[in-house]
C-alpha cells in the first residue's frame, strides 16, 4: 500500500475523530448547562436563572423582578400542592441545529417532585441557544408556550425544531 496514502487516511480519521470529539463536549457543555439552568430554578438561585435565561423571554416578561416572581409563583403552587422540589433530569433525545442564531437545541427533562413519599417526574422540553459555538447557552422552558407564541418570544426558533417539538 502506497505509504503516502496510508497517511491520508490516518489523517482523515484523525480529522473525523476530532470533529467527534469537539460535537461531544458541545453536547457537555448543553448538558451541564441545562442541568445549571433548571437546578438555579429549583433552588432559586436567581442571579444564574436570569443569567443562562433567553434575554427576550426576561425583556417580555417585563424585567428580572417580574420574571422572578412569575417563577416564584409556579415554585409556590407546587408547594401548596404538597410538592417540594428534589433535582433535575436530563433526556437524552436532544435535537439540535445550526441556524444564523448559532447552534439551537431541544432539551427533553424533567424536575423530579416529592410529595411525601411519592415521587413524581414532571416532564419539560427547554430550548438552548449559544451563539459562541456552546461557550453560553440561553434557555426557554417551553413549557408555558405554544408554536404560535414561541416564535413572538424567539423570532429565529429554527423551524424543523419547532415540528420536532410539537409533534411530542
Known amino acids: 500500500m502506497n ?3 496510508v497517511i491520508f487516511i490516518a489523517i482523515l480519521l484523525s480529522l473525523s475523530m476530532s470533529a467527534q470529539t469537539t460535537w461531544d463536549e458541545v453536547m457537555g457543555k448543553l448538558n451541564k448547562a441545562s442541568i445549571a439552568y433548571l437546578t ?3 433552588q432559586k438561585d ?4 436570569m443569567n443562562l435565561t433567553y434575554p427576550n423571554i426576561i425583556t417580555m416578561a417585563g424585567g428580572k423582578e417580574i420574571l422572578q416572581k412569575i417563577a416564584e409563583e409556579n415554585i409556590s ?6 410538592f417540594e422540589m428534589q433535582s433535575v433530569k436530563i433526556g437524552e433525545d436532544i435535537r439540535s441545529v ?6 439551537q437545541a431541544l432539551i427533553p427533562a424533567a424536575v423530579v417532585m416529592k410529595n411525601g413519599a411519592e415521587q413524581v417526574e414532571i416532564p ?3 430550548f438552548a441557544v449559544s451563539g459562541n ?3 453560553t447557552w440561553k434557555f426557554v422552558d417551553l413549557s408555558q408556550y405554544d408554536a404560535k407564541s414561541i416564535k413572538q418570544f424567539i423570532p429565529g426558533f ?6 420536532a417539538w410539537t409533534s411530542n
Open 124 to 126: 419539560i422540553k427547554l
Open 133 to 135: 459555538l456552546s461557550e
Open 77 to 82: 403552587m407546587y408547594r401548596s400542592l404538597g
Open 46 to 49: 436567581w442571579d444564574t436563572y
Open 40 to 42: 438555579s430554578f429549583i
Open 98 to 103: 445550526d441556524s444564523p442564531e448559532g447552534i
Open 158 to 163: 429554527d423551524k424543523d425544531l419547532l415540528v
Open 3 to 5: 505509504k503516502a496514502f
